[in-house]
């Protein structure tokens, strides 16, 4: 395998071996995924997947041991373009303006840019938080450069470039002493007419929920909007009749106590992307960072995959 083809077999790996998945994040259709697979184990004369009534369901003992030897031929890679570099970083100096909404800054980038600050002291780095949709209109106008959008993003793709950088799912999040607590799955109905506290227009969630309200045909009683999640999470602690919905990771990253997160039927997928303008020639500062941000994210999202 090239490296192309090792991230190919890790990304089916990480992903619980949902081909689907696998190949929706590496922009490759499910027939080329699966054609690579079985020319490798044909050329190599090795079967590194377990199968069932022909679905890949597993690693076999072989595919575990170069599964282990692709982690390090891969993390050798990456360092080895990240070394190449490094002797650059130092002459780097500029100011950088990021966009990223509150969640998304705590549950994916809480770590990620205190130390990017931290290794690049020769940059300013300001960070606004704000909406997805207002900063929507920010990257739009040039008053940040990078920004971590909600997909599908609304923009044409002629104007922007993405990289997907988490996905999950939206839920509801609601006091243990709710009526609703003790169902397993929630169903739009079961929103018709209760109090719910969402983000406000500036955030997409917002948008996405109104749209999912009046596809399901749905009137729920929104008593409040905001922009702090946490705020809204503690109103359902406070007022046993309040829900809020928010992206599942919440309740994986926090280990909320006094709340309870329920998944909903046909969820709202929570699409995180970095995007930035397309240009023709990028400024030296501005393509290093978004290189950094998506790898980051990146070694982010294999850490948790294997934690789960």
Not at 217 to 233: A, E, K, R, Y
Request: aromatic share 8%; with cysteine.
């Amino acid at each position: 395998m090239d490296i192309k083809q090792l991230r190919y077999f890790m990304t089916i790996v990480d992903n619980n071996f949902n081909l689907s998945r696998a190949a929706e994040l590496l922009y490759v259709s499910q027939p080329t995924l699966s054609m690579m697979i079985n020319e490798f184990e044909r050329k190599e004369d090795v079967i590194l997947f377990k199968r069932k009534r022909g679905r890949i369901s597993g690693l076999t003992y072989l595919g575990e041991n170069y599964y282990k030897d692709a982690c390090e031929v891969l993390d050798l890679y990456n360092k080895m373009f990240t070394n190449l570099h490094n002797e650059h970083i130092e002459d780097l100096k500029g100011t950088i303006n990021i966009g990223i909404p509150p969640l998304v800054l705590s549950l994916v980038f809480s770590t990620i840019m205190p130390k990017m600050i931290l290794d690049n002291p020769n940059i300013k780095f300001n960070i606004k938080e704000s909406g997805a949709y207002q900063l929507k209109n920010d990257l739009l106008l040039g008053n940040v450069d990078i920004a971590a959008l909600l997909s599908p993003t609304g923009l044409a793709d002629n104007l922007i470039e993405t990289y997907e950088i988490q996905r999950s799912e939206l839920a509801v999040f609601l006091s243990p002493k709710h009526p609703l607590a003790k169902k397993k799955i929630l169903s739009w109905k079961d929103l018709n007419h209760q109090k719910l506290a969402i983000f406000d227009s500036s955030f997409m969630i917002n948008h996405l929920l109104m749209d999912a309200f009046e596809r399901h045909q749905i009137h729920p009683n929104i008593i409040l909007t905001s922009g702090s999640w946490d705020f809204m999470l503690n109103a359902t602690k406070i007022n046993h009749d309040i829900m809020t919905i928010l992206p599942n990771p919440t309740n994986d990253s926090y280990n909320l106590k006094d709340v309870k997160c329920i998944k909903l039927e046909q969820p709202i997928i929570w699409k995180v992307v970095l995007a930035r303008l397309k240009k023709e020639n990028y400024n030296k500062i501005e393509s290093y960072i978004n290189d950094s941000m998506i790898e980051a994210s990146r070694e982010k999202q294999h850490i948790d995959s294997q934690i789960s």
